[in-house]
Structure formats: structure tokens, C-alpha cells
């Protein structure tokens, strides 16, 4: 559990989630609910998949708070 009382792994997928909807008011909610400076590989997660739904907002704002992006594997072209 974290210091809220919810358990880390809701407010994990909760983060991917909003990136991928493009919900910045909840990206950044959650990125302040976790002071701590929380799970960098759940915000590099978060951040693969802003990248991906072209979501750049999200995606610099997931930078600003810990995500590293040279942790993302390249995605092929389509």
C-alpha cells in the first residue's frame, strides 16, 4: 500500500491508463499523489504508451516526473 491507502499496483495501471486515454488532469493528479517519487518503470511504461497514442503533453509531462525514456524499446514502423 502507499501512503494513501491505495495499493501501488491500482495507481500503477490507473497512470497507464490515463496516458493512453490522453487524460492529462489525471497524469498529472497522479504524478503529485506520488510524491515519493514512486516506480520509475510503471511512469517509463506510461510514457511508452503516451509516445505511442501520440499524446506528447502526457508524455513530456511523464519525463518531468522520473519516466526515462531511454529505457523504451524502438518501435518498429509500420
Known sequence: ?????????????????????????????????????????????AFAVAVQAFHGDIAELLLCGGADASQCAPVAPT
Open 1 to 45: 500500500m502507499d501512503v494513501g491507502g491505495r495499493v501501488s499496483g491500482v495507481v500503477k495501471a490507473s497512470l497507464i491508463a490515463a496516458a493512453r486515454a490522453g487524460d492529462t488532469f489525471l497524469v498529472k493528479q497522479l504524478l503529485e499523489d506520488d510524491g515519493d517519487g514512486g516506480d520509475y518503470d510503471e511512469r517509463t511504461a
